[in-house]
């Protein structure tokens, strides 16, 4: 469980799995997660990447076990995002590697793409808020005034078991597993979370689309207020080199519905641009 400090001082926790040849030099795939989560949530995606590749799994800043912040508001930004990824990526060794991000997760990674090219092998983003559209601000505010309100009056654990199944989950989802997923958002510090919707609310990947030099796989659901039509139009039409996918669902946590598919996808996308061979 490494820990390393960004260049401000933030502490960050991550996460190595690697179940690959032990006579082989693995590359690496770093996973992004989205909003509110952590590197946990990636769970049942990694077993099928960690035999191919070591998979590194950060807590974004003031989330999981990353050290919690003093001053969230004042923390949280695009460029402390990108300066955290690139100190995950030197402290773990790795000069170039296969990017992922998923929903914020997902805009984060396409902006560090755009302002690291020769970091990044290839880039796969899985169902990608390119930017935050009316829909997610008020379908996320829950009935509240705002988005923000809705996670201060209820609380993030609150706030999920509200939210869940607007876009994330279908209504009748394994009640375990809604469970199991609106307690561990639960444990985000409600300050940073706050934080993240003011910068979610902000994020827009859209002007550094085209400096985007690494091949891009775009996993999209099948339909959805998230991920919509109108971001992938804007991936296909402003990414140099842009592969789209689209999962049989339509709702937004593809990682999670469906991690073989997934995990197949970014195994044969990250491999083809190796020239390696993912299967036995």
């Known amino acids: 469980m490494p820990f390393v400090s960004s260049v401000d001082g933030a502490t960050l926790h991550y996460t190595v799995h690697d179940y690959t040849d032990r006579w082989r030099s693995a590359d690496i795939i770093m996973l992004v997660h989205g909003f509110a989560r952590s590197g946990e949530f990636w769970f ?3 077993p099928y990447l960690s035999r191919f590749y070591r ?3 950060p807590d974004l800043r003031g989330l999981g076990r ?3 912040l003093a001053d969230p508001a004042a923390s949280i930004s695009m460029a402390a995002y990108i300066g955290d990824l690139e100190s995950v990526a030197d402290h773990a060794g790795a000069k170039t590697f296969h990017l992922v991000g998923e929903s914020i997760g997902g805009a984060i990674t396409l902006i560090f793409a755009a ?3 020769d970091r990044v092998r290839t880039l796969s983003v899985i169902a990608p808020a390119v930017w935050a559209n009316e829909w997610i601000r008020k379908a996320y505010a829950v009935g509240f005034p705002s988005w ?3 996670i201060r009056t209820l609380g993030v654990e609150g706030w999920a078991r509200k939210s869940n199944s607007l876009a994330r ?3 009748d989802f394994d009640p375990a597993f809604m469970e199991w997923y609106a307690s561990e ?7 940073v979370v706050a934080a993240m919707v003011n910068f979610a609310a902000a994020v827009d990947a859209r002007p550094y689309l085209e400096r985007i030099a690494a091949p891009v796989l775009a996993l999209y659901p099948s339909g959805g207020n998230i991920a919509s039509a109108e971001q992938e139009a804007a991936l296909r039409q402003n990414v140099r080199s842009v592969h789209v996918s689209h999962m049989n669902t339509p709702y937004q946590m593809l990682g999670m519905l469906q991690p073989a598919a997934c995990a197949k996808q970014i195994l044969n996308f990250s491999s083809l641009h190796d020239g390696a061979v993912c299967h036995e």
Not at 185 to 191: I, M, S, Y
């Open 185 to 191: 958002v639960g444990k985000a510090d409600v300050e």
């Open 169 to 171: 989950f279908p209504a």
């Open 115 to 117: 302002e690291r090219p």
């Open 55 to 57: 998979v590194i799994c």
């Open 66 to 68: 990353s050290v919690p």
């Open 148 to 150: 923000e309100a809705a």
């Open 44 to 46: 049942n995606i990694v």
